[in-house]
Structures are given as structure tokens and as C-alpha cells.
């Protein structure tokens, strides 16, 4: 039989509409997974249904709002952008082969981005998640909703799941290259931070890497970028429940800089291959407020890789080295 190809990006997902209901069905399904949240079923999920989930739709409804465009959601815009251009240069590089989005939580699901990847012949399927720095909570994620969509298939395709790319070069000079020309258009600030989503403390202490492949990350960043020890900084942001997350936090740095010294504070996200509601809003909103509010002068958010062109060769790297 002929082994055909197929390649399958991946992000977490949106609602599908900026809604109570959306968002409430949105995060009913996202909250309900156990790599996201761990805690006993029979604790967990009376707190989710009675108190959480009626109680946190209406509010992050309200977010979405905020940053919702024309597209619609931004996460779910770009990420289309993003396999367009991927599938593009893929041909451009003499590799033709089908490329199909899907959401860990939300649509298109895994199940609907196989159905049209299967369509087309695919027997064989290279998995990208769109997560640099590889977490439980995210890669791991994708993984069980790829087992979920097989579980009717008699003839398995084979799978290559691309576990992380948090070093790769291709990636590290993206992030640079990205921040450099916002430099050249905008200057450059007195600190550049590097904010990265949190996942609680107790998950890196049970063996997940992420952590550890942030700060990685940001070193590299910061060694490619030639910038002095003490002028960047690296923390974690979008906490979420009272237990302890990874530290430093990205709200209670920035409130601190500007007592430092730092009146202009460039913020770059460096875990988001698109922009979405935790740049958008959480960073270029909250965030900006707060640096704001305690002093600073100027806030500068640096967009995400989104479809940039390096950020697309990256991927064809990665994949490449998959077919190989």
C-alpha cells in the first residue's frame, strides 16, 4: 500500500462565538480534562458545574468581546492563516501534502481534521502542536484527543507527534528576528520580559519539563538577542485556582518594575504561536494597566510569530525532519 502523508497542526482552542453559552461550552469541555486540571472527579466536577463554570462564562464572555475582530476569534483566524502557509511552503519546498487544523477543545475537532485528512488518502500523520515548550497539560493533551479519534479506526495510520521545539534554532531565531524588527520600528525598551503560561508548581515537581523548557527558551532568546544579564527577565502568567504556580508571576513582576527603574517595558510571549485572549487581553490589557498604574510610562506588547514567515519556515523544519 502507498504510505501518503499527511500533516496535522494543533492549538488548544476557542469558543465559537463571544458568548456565555460559547464560552461556557468552550470551557466545560477544556476544564473537564484531566491533564488540565487533576483533581478528583468527585470533587472537580460539582465545583466546575455549580460554581465556576456559571460564575466565570459571563466574565471571560466579556473578554472575548474585547478582542474579538471581523475574523472572529483571533486564535482561531491566525491558526487558519497558519496552516494555509504551511501547506504553501511545504509545496514550495517540493514536499505536496494535505495539511488540516484542528483544537484540542472546541472546532475543528481531532476527530473532523482526520475525517478530512483520511478523505484525502492520509495513512500516515505528522502531529505539530503549536506548544514550543512541551507541558502535560497541552502536547500530552493533544496526544489523548488523537487516542480519542482513533479509537473507531480499524487500521491505525502511523503518527509521529512532534514532542516540542522550545531549542530548536529555526525557532529561537524567529522569536528574534520577530523581536528585532519591533525594535527597529517602535526602540527598544528599558527590559524586555519574557512571559510564558504557568501550570501549577506541584506538575513540574512530578516530572513535567515545562518549566524547565521555558527558561531554556528564554536564555537562548535573550543569548541570540545579545542582551546583558538583568535587562530581560522570565515569568509566568495566567494562574488560575489558589494553588501555587510556577514563579515568578508575570502580574506581580510587572507591578514591581517600575520601582526599579523600568519605565519602558517591552513584553514578548514566547508559549503562544498565536495571539489569543492571554496576549490580548491578559497581557496587552491587564498587564499594560498595571505596568501603567504603578508608575510606568510605556507598554509595549510584541506580537506573537502568528503566520510570520519565519515562524512558517520553522514548522516546515520540523516537519521535514519528520518526513526524512
Given at each position: ?59 471571560v ?8 475582530s ?69 502536547t ?19 503518527m ?9 534554532p ?91 527603574g ?30 501603567l ?13 502568528n503566520?510570520d ?16
Amino acid at each position: 500500500m502507498t504510505t501518503k502523508t499527511g500533516i496535522l497542526l494543533v492549538n488548544l482552542g476557542t469558543p465559537s462565538a463571544p458568548t456565555t453559552a460559547a464560552v461556557k461550552a468552550f470551557l466545560r469541555q477544556f476544564l473537564h480534562d484531566q491533564r488540565v486540571v487533576d483533581l478528583p472527579r468527585a470533587l472537580w466536577c460539582p465545583l466546575l458545574h455549580f460554581i465556576i463554570l456559571p460564575t466565570r462564562s459571563p466574565k471571560v464572555a466579556k473578554l472575548y468581546q474585547s478582542i474579538w475582530s471581523a475574523d472572529g476569534s483571533p486564535l482561531m483566524a491566525i491558526s487558519q492563516r497558519q496552516r494555509t502557509a504551511l501547506e504553501q511552503e511545504l509545496k514550495r519546498e517540493g514536499v505536496e501534502v494535505p495539511v488540516a487544523l484542528a483544537m484540542t477543545y472546541g472546532s475543528p475537532s481531532m476527530s473532523d481534521a482526520w475525517a478530512s485528512l483520511k478523505a484525502q488518502g492520509v495513512n500516515r500523520v505528522i502531529i505539530l502542536p503549536l506548544y514550543p515548550q512541551y507541558s502535560v497539560s497541552t502536547t500530552a493533551s493533544v496526544f489523548d484527543a488523537w487516542a480519542k479519534a482513533m479509537k473507531k479506526e480499524r487500521n491505525l495510520p502511523v503518527m509521529r507527534l512532534i514532542h516540542d521545539y522550545h531549542a530548536h534554532p529555526d525557532y529561537i531565531r524567529a522569536l528574534a528576528q520577530s523581536v528585532r524588527r519591533y525594535w527597529e520600528q517602535q526602540g527598544q525598551g528599558d527590559h524586555l520580559l519574557m512571559s510564558f503560561h504557568g501550570i501549577p508548581e506541584r506538575y513540574q515537581e512530578e516530572g513535567d519539563p515545562y518549566g524547565y523548557q521555558c527558561h531554556e527558551t528564554g536564555q537562548l532568546l535573550a543569548t541570540e538577542l545579545g542582551l546583558a544579564e538583568g535587562s530581560w527577565s522570565v515569568t509566568f502568567q495566567s494562574r488560575f485556582g489558589k494553588e501555587e504556580w510556577l514563579k515568578p508571576y508575570t502580574d506581580e513582576t510587572v507591578a514591581a518594575l517600575p520601582a526599579k527603574g523600568i519605565k519602558r517595558l517591552d513584553v514578548v510571549c514566547p508559549a503562544f504561536s498565536a495571539d489569543c485572549l492571554e496576549t490580548l487581553e491578559e497581557i496587552d490589557g491587564q498587564n499594560r494597566e498595571l505596568f501603567l498604574e504603578h508608575g510606568g510610562e510605556a507598554f509595549h506588547y510584541i506580537p506573537s510569530l502568528n503566520d510570520d514567515p519565519a515562524h512558517i519556515r520553522m514548522m516546515v523544519s520540523l516537519i521535514c525532519r519528520e518526513l526524512a
